[in-house]
C-alpha cells in the first residue's frame, strides 16, 4: 500500500533518515537496483542446461541486495552496524569465476561490438550499469571519507550524516564485476555456439 511518504520527492534511508531522491546513496540504490533486474534478464535468457551459471548469476544479485543495504544506511548508524558487511570471499569468489570463464574462452584480439545471443546482449547491457553504479557508489564519498555536501537542506540528522566512507570492499567488488560481466557475456555466446562480434573499425 502506498502511504504517499515520497510525494513530494523526499525519501527515507534505512536508517531513519529523510532525503531527496535524488541523494547520491539513492541514486546508487537505485542502479544496483537496476543491475540486478537485468542479471535476472541474463539469468532468464541463458540456454538450458546451464544452472550453475544461473546460480552464479543468482549469487551475484545476492550480493548486490546486500551492497545496496550498506549504502542505504549511513555510516555509524544503528541500523548500519546491524547489516553484515560484504565478505572478501565474495571479491575472490569472482576474481576465480573471471579465471575459469577466461581460461575457456578463446584470447581477446580486438575490442567486442556488444551482441550475439541475447543472453550476452543482455549480459553487456548489464556491465554498462554495473560501470554506472560503481561511479554513483565513488560519488557517495568523493573525498574518501569526507561528509556529504551534496545532500540537500532537509536531511534530518545533523550535519553530514548520510556521509561519510563507503562501506569496505563495495567499490572493489563492483570493479570486478563489470570485468565478470563482459566474460559472463563471451561465455554467453560460447556455450550458444556463436561467436564474438569483432569490431572492425
Known amino acids: 500500500m502506498s502511504t504517499h511518504g515520497g510525494d513530494k520527492g523526499m525519501t527515507s534511508l534505512l536508517s531513519g533518515e529523510r532525503v531527496p531522491k535524488t541523494h547520491p546513496r539513492v541514486e546508487a540504490c537505485g542502479d544496483l537496483d537496476e543491475l540486478a533486474s537485468f542479471l535476472g534478464v541474463v539469468a532468464a535468457a541463458l540456454p538450458a542446461r546451464q544452472d550453475g ?16 543495504a550498506l549504502l542505504a544506511a549511513a555510516p555509524g548508524s544503528p541500523a548500519f552496524a546491524m ?26 584480439q580486438t575490442f567486442l561490438i556488444p551482441g550475439g545471443h541475447p543472453s550476452a546482449a543482455w549480459a553487456h547491457v548489464a556491465r554498462t550499469v554495473c560501470r554506472r ?12 571519507g569526507g ?13 553530514g550524516v548520510t556521509g561519510g566512507p563507503v562501506p569496505d570492499g563495495v567499490l572493489a567488488y563492483l570493479n570486478r564485476l563489470s570485468t565478470w ?5 563471451r561465455l554467453c555466446n560460447s556455450v550458444s555456439g556463436i561467436d564474438d562480434l569483432p569490431w572492425k573499425g
Open 181 to 185: 560481466l563482459f566474460d559472463l557475456a
Open 147 to 159: 561528509a556529504d555536501t551534496t545532500r540537500g537542506p532537509d536531511v534530518t540528522g545533523g550535519p
Open 83 to 108: 547489516l553484515p558487511p560484504l565478505g572478501k570471499e565474495r571479491i575472490e569468489a569472482l576474481e576465480h569465476s573471471i579465471e575459469n570463464m577466461e581460461g575457456s574462452l578463446p584470447r581477446l
Open 53 to 68: 551459471l544461473r546460480g552464479e548469476i543468482q549469487a551475484v544479485q545476492a550480493d548486490l541486495l546486500k551492497i545496496g
Open 133 to 144: 553504479a560503481e561511479r554513483r557508489v565513488a560519488a557517495i564519498d568523493p573525498a574518501g
